[in-house]
């Protein structure tokens, strides 16, 4: 059920038909000394404004709405100074006041309250027989051979994919082909509950070339299964990567309303969410760490800081990439972050970087790059090299993911190519002047992952003044994430406290 608050001088139910999905709640505004928080509901999806709020009653109902939920129209937007910083802090959308009712139909299908996305690796695929094909690592399968002037089906995924009544699909495939090879997708609708009758069958062809999710909805909106097939047609090579299928918000947000993506011409994305808050420095900036099921870490915690944040999703491998990638995937990195500065009108020196395990890479690497004023990181991973070295004899079969990692990023497994790697980070870091960024890690002391990262961070920097505080913690890698994070979360609102004066906004 989509939570809706509605506040304004009429019920919308009597101009509007509220769809059954939608928990509508009616606010009439209070006189201006009554509270608001007495008749708010725990729960709100979507804030419709239809009339302007006094300043306590936007401070009463903001801490229940989340920015890109809240629309207001023409009169609401008559408001004090108060009421229009609400609406810009929560990215509100003006209302077209001939289009409520198709507005509203929508609601359901773009507001529902969970983020949910997950992917259909490499190895899920089944080959058509006979055909052959080799893998690269555990990302990606190679199938080269004359296909035929007609489409052929050469693989379908293992596994079905459900719709529940009223869901869309955002499908995503990462792929590489030869020129001479044309591909499609092809899709199987089955009633729910079938056990034979075919639905429907579609096609998508010209949708797998551009830069846009294709965006699968049930011809008559029931529950239904779906079959997933990949078709192909000419001579050459192909390479198929992850299938990604995320519930849809159609066109409102990636994951959640407001996410984002950027893809670069390798078909690899990165997602992001941006959330202004208050617009008081500093800009808090989180790459989320290793997460199979596709989805932003750490969203709540970002939260209840107060502060604006910027959450980073790498969906690519099996829980992420670490955020490297093609110098065009890793510009996109770099513009989403200086897009939010510049958006709150902020400078590197109101700037934090931040992140846990392999979000620790994206906070340091970008950092090089960003020179903002603190690095926090715990359970830092830094020599993505040596990560991959230790899955032989150290971790074997802990992190498949750093063997699939070094494949990708150097095209090799051998000793030279996780030097190599680690390089990548290292000459970055050693040309960097961090000399105005605090820097605080906490560690494993036996880390199984990147054994000596606090140890060469120390190594790097000691010919330069550089600010460093450090926390080792007994344990492997994965052995004690919990005091990590108290550790983390600790440093976190010591720096929003200490440097930026914001001790009572945090909830």
């Not at 004023?373 to 990560?387: D, E, H, M, Q, Y």
């Amino acid at each position: 059920m989509t939570e809706v608050i509605q506040v304004g001088p009429y019920h919308w139910n009597r101009i509007l038909r509220i769809p059954e999905e939608v928990g509508w709640h009616y606010l009439v505004p209070p006189a201006s000394g009554d509270s608001l928080a007495k008749v708010l509901p725990e729960k709100c999806d979507v804030l419709i404004l239809d009339i302007p709020l006094s300043g306590p009653h936007l401070k009463e109902i903001s801490r229940l709405v989340k920015p890109y939920t809240c629309f207001h129209t023409a009169r609401a937007a008559q408001g004090s100074r108060e009421m229009l910083d609400f609406l810009e802090r929560k990215k509100s959308v003006l209302l077209n006041g001939n289009a409520y009712q198709s507005f509203v139909n929508d609601i359901p299908a773009k507001y529902f309250s969970k983020m949910y996305g997950a992917r259909f690796p490499a190895e899920q695929l089944i080959v058509r027989e006979g055909m052959p094909y080799f893998a690269e690592g555990h990302d990606h399968i190679v199938l080269e051979s004359d296909f035929g002037k007609e489409y052929l089906q050469v693989a379908n995924w293992c596994y079905n994919l459900r719709l529940h009544k009223g869901e869309s699909l955002d499908l995503w495939l990462e792929y590489s082909k030869d020129p001479g090879l044309d591909i499609r997708l092809q899709i199987i609708e089955n009633p729910d509950g079938s056990t034979g009758l075919l639905h429907t069958v579609r096609y998508f062809h010209e949708e797998l070339r551009t830069d846009e999710q294709i965006c699968y909805t049930p011809d008559d909106g029931k529950a239904c299964n779906l079959c997933l097939c990949l078709q192909a047609r000419g001579k050459g090579k192909i390479s198929i990567g992850s299938l990604h299928y995320r519930v849809s918000r159609k066109g409102a947000g990636v994951l959640l309303p407001g996410g984002k993506r950027h893809v670069d011409g390798k078909r690899h994305e990165i997602i992001s969410y941006f959330d202004p808050a208050d617009r008081k420095p500093p800009l808090c900036v989180y790459f989320s760490g290793y997460r199979p099921a596709e989805g932003f870490e750490g969203l709540g915690m970002m939260r209840r800081f107060g502060a604006p944040f910027l959450l980073f999703y790498d969906p690519r491998l099996e829980g992420g990439e670490f955020y490297l990638g093609s110098r065009e995937y890793e510009q996109n990195v770099e513009k989403t972050i200086r897009e939010a500065m510049d958006e709150l009108g902020f400078s590197n020196r109101e700037l934090v970087l931040s992140g846990l395990s392999m979000g620790t890479f994206g906070a340091f690497y970008y950092g090089c790059r960003l020179q903002p004023f603190a690095i926090l990181a715990g359970k830092p991973l830094l020599s993505l090299g040596n990560v991959a070295r230790n899955e032989r004899l150290l971790r074997p079969g802990g992190f498949p993911t750093s063997l699939d990692l070094l494949l990708q990023q150097t095209g090799g497994l051998t000793e030279q190519d996780a030097e190599a790697l680690n390089r990548r980070f290292w000459d970055l870091f050693d040309k960097t002047d961090l000399s105005d960024t605090k820097i605080a890690i906490a560690y494993m002391q036996g880390d199984d992952y990147d054994a000596t990262a606090y140890e060469d961070i120390l190594r790097h920097v000691q010919a330069r003044q550089v600010r460093i505080a450090g926390k080792g913690i007994i344990g492997r890698h994965n052995d004690n994430t919990t005091e990590i994070v108290k550790w983390f979360q600790s440093r976190y609102v010591e720096v929003l406290r200490e440097d930026f004066g914001r001790g009572n906004d945090q909830q």
